[in-house]
Every structure is written in structure tokens, then in C-alpha cells.
């Protein structure tokens, strides 16, 4: 997330278990993985967590809250959705 978000001060996790990146906060890291369950009981894919329902990405500030990282500033550009 450091990357992607600038939220963190570092681009190494806070539990030093890989990168300080949106898919190790957000998929894959395991200090956090009783947490994602616990806001994610289903499968997610990281594409929702960071681009889905409002639900989603309020969960996603949830793990971000709960984890204790601070946004600085966010310069992301989001993907534009396909029209149906």
C-alpha cells in the first residue's frame, strides 16, 4: 500500500513479512489473515477490495484502520468500468 497509496512510512510491512503493497496488506499477509477473515468470511478478490461495492471498500478502510496505517495521500487513478 505504501506504493500504490502512500499509507505507511515504509515499503516493507509493519510485521516485516513482505512488501508494504495493497495485495500483501489486502491477500496475503499472514499476520492480518484472522483479520481479512474476519471482514472477508467469503473470497475476495483484491480487483473488489480496492475497486468494488461500497461495502467492499469500506472494509478495506476497516483493515486499514484496524492495522493502524495512516494515509498520507492517495494518488491513485481508478480504472473506469466497462459499460454494460
Same mark, same amino acid.
Given at each position: 500500500?505504501?506504493?500504490? /497509496?502512500?499509507?505507511?512510512?515504509?515499503?516493507?510491512?509493519?510485521?516485516?513479512?513482505?512488501?508494504?503493497? &495493497?495485495?500483501?496488506?489486502?491477500?496475503?499477509?499472514?499476520?492480518?489473515?484472522?483479520?481479512?477473515?474476519? /471482514?472477508?468470511?467469503?473470497?475476495? !478478490?483484491?480487483?473488489?477490495?480496492?475497486?468494488? !461495492?461500497?461495502?467492499?471498500?469500506?472494509? !478495506?478502510?476497516?483493515?486499514?484502520? &484496524?492495522?493502524?496505517?495512516?494515509?498520507?495521500? &492517495?494518488?491513485?487513478?481508478?480504472?473506469?468500468?466497462?459499460?454494460?
Amino acid at each position: 500500500m505504501y506504493s500504490e /497509496l502512500k499509507i505507511g512510512e515504509t515499503p516493507i510491512c509493519q510485521y516485516r513479512q513482505g512488501p508494504q503493497s &495493497a495485495e500483501h496488506i489486502l491477500q496475503t499477509c499472514p499476520n492480518l489473515a484472522s483479520l481479512r477473515l474476519l /471482514l472477508w468470511p467469503e473470497p475476495t !478478490t483484491l480487483t473488489e477490495k480496492l475497486y468494488g !461495492t461500497t461495502r467492499d471498500l469500506t472494509q !478495506t478502510a476497516e483493515i486499514a484502520k &484496524a492495522t493502524g496505517l495512516q494515509m498520507s495521500r &492517495a494518488n491513485v487513478t481508478r480504472t473506469p468500468r466497462r459499460r454494460r
